[in-house]
């Protein structure tokens, strides 16, 4: 298990631009594929962007942030980062990192470590 912590979230503008950070704690970092989560109030939490172990290093997004997102990591730092671009109103919401050992996972039950979330919030 891994310990993690998001930061980064705000108030922005529509059409502005935020980086979420998730430090994590706890050893081989490298070995987790990690996610970004969110949810806004009445929904479930949905899938938003994966990055997987650094034996593979791929990438997924959800169709509604392709081209706007972008998830990386920095290994040294053992921190990832959900980089966002032309925010838009709905993608408000309290946004989670997520951890699991191997392959990148899409649900929410395949991640085994979570933070507490960090609240993200565009004005239209």
């Known amino acids: 298990q891994v310990l993690l912590v998001e930061s980064g979230g705000g108030l922005v503008q529509a059409g502005g631009s935020l980086r979420l950070s998730c430090a994590a704690s706890?050893?081989?970092?490298?070995?987790?594929?990690m996610a970004w989560f969110r949810q806004a109030p009445g929904n479930g939490q949905q899938f938003v962007a994966g990055?997987?172990?650094?034996?593979?290093?791929?990438?997924s997004y959800a169709d509604s942030v392709k081209g706007r997102f972008t998830i990386s990591r920095d290994n040294g730092k053992n921190t990832v980062y959900l980089q966002m671009n032309n925010l838009k109103f709905e993608d408000t919401a309290v946004y989670y990192c997520?951890?699991?050992?191997?392959?990148?996972?899409?649900?929410?039950?395949?991640?085994?470590?979570w933070g507490q979330g960090t609240q993200v919030t565009v004005s239209s």
């Open positions: 997520a951890a699991k050992l191997g392959g990148l996972g899409f649900q929410p039950a395949d991640f085994g470590s």
């Open positions: 706890g050893r081989n970092f490298g070995l987790y594929s």
């Open positions: 990055i997987s172990r650094i034996t593979t290093t791929t990438t």
